[in-house]
């Protein structure tokens, strides 16, 4: 969310999102509970920030209020046999997902000049 400008904006998360989609991946997106005072100063649901990013509204997750999301994010990914795209090293989280050490499983992204970037080596597999 704070990759094009380092303030809140949910369309750095949209690019993302349609980078991923255009290269044949079927992204999911979790979010803090906090989300939504960041970006509106109010609590948004999973349902209006789907609407925002193109996506079904069961492949978006707000984590519940005094819940992180890292873990969330973490085990959706185990469990789906997804790759992460975040700057987040989730050195706190390594030893019960020891998968985050593994090449590939931590994606790192931004922008350059103003185009996104992401480290990703291939399409995705279908």
Do not use: C
């Not at 349609?18 to 989300?35: I, S, T």
């Not at 046999?81 to 050490?101: L, N």
Request: hydrophobic share 35%.
């Amino acid at each position: 969310m704070y990759w094009k400008t380092g303030e809140p904006n949910i369309r750095a998360v949209r690019d993302v999102v349609d980078e991923l989609r255009a290269r044949g991946y079927f992204p999911r997106v979790v979010f803090d509970a906090n989300v939504g005072y960041l970006l509106i100063g109010r609590y948004q649901h999973n349902k209006a920030l789907s609407s925002q990013l193109d996506l079904p509204v069961n492949r978006v997750s707000v984590v519940p209020k005094g819940t992180p999301a890292d873990p969330y994010i973490l085990r959706s990914a185990r469990g789906y046999g997804g790759q992460v795209v975040s700057r987040d090293q989730f050195r706190d989280w390594a030893e019960a997902h020891p998968e985050i050490a593994e090449p590939g499983h931590l994606i790192k992204g931004g922008y350059r000049n103003g185009k996104l970037w992401l480290d990703l080596e291939t399409e995705a597999v279908a």
